[in-house]
């Protein structure tokens, strides 16, 4: 990676790309950046808590499955909306957002933060290490790679499984020093089966 070019360390998702990756049976999607997937706390509780609700025993399993690489962070907002048992507004989100304020970022490095809410998007971003993507715009440029074979099958899956997720577009709204460091991060990534070999090519 050039020197300019900011270093991406870690991803944080909320809770609704989990769903529609989950819904679509394409969560490993995530994985294929090679980034340790940090969930926060009331992301995952939002996300698991109800068996019933879509993808609830998918996301469950596949934190277990893959917690080598799948760490869910505590947050002190989803600890204390749980001891007041009072309902908190976007609660995924705020504990999306103090899940990437407590990562202790090395200076000058970034933190993916996935939504699909354009709104959370607009106003839960206050730290100048993160960047916003959407379901969609990880899709788009795996894709666009050729490391996954369409961005319409996943959501047409989705869509099957009882899922309507909001394909928002947010790569445009980056600075350019963030779209560089997404760009350089999706140009390294590589399908989760084959993460580390020592050729780095691409299937």
Known sequence: MADDVP???VVVSDTSPLITLASAQTLDYLLYLG???VIPDGVFYEATADSAKLGADVIREWVLTHHEHVRIAPTSIFTAARA???RVKSLGELAAVEAVQDLDLPQGALAILMFEDARAARTLIPDNQIIAISTRDLLVA???????PSVDAVFQRAREAG??????DLLGHLSPNERAAFDAAIKTARPFGVIGEATGAKP
Do not use: D, K
């Not at 899922?163 to 928002?168: D, F, T």
């Open 7 to 9: 270093a991406i360390t």
């Open 142 to 148: 795996l894709a666009a790679e050729g490391l996954i």
């Open 35 to 37: 980034l340790p997937i």
């Open 84 to 86: 007041s048992a009072q």
């Open 163 to 168: 899922r309507h997720p909001a394909e928002l």
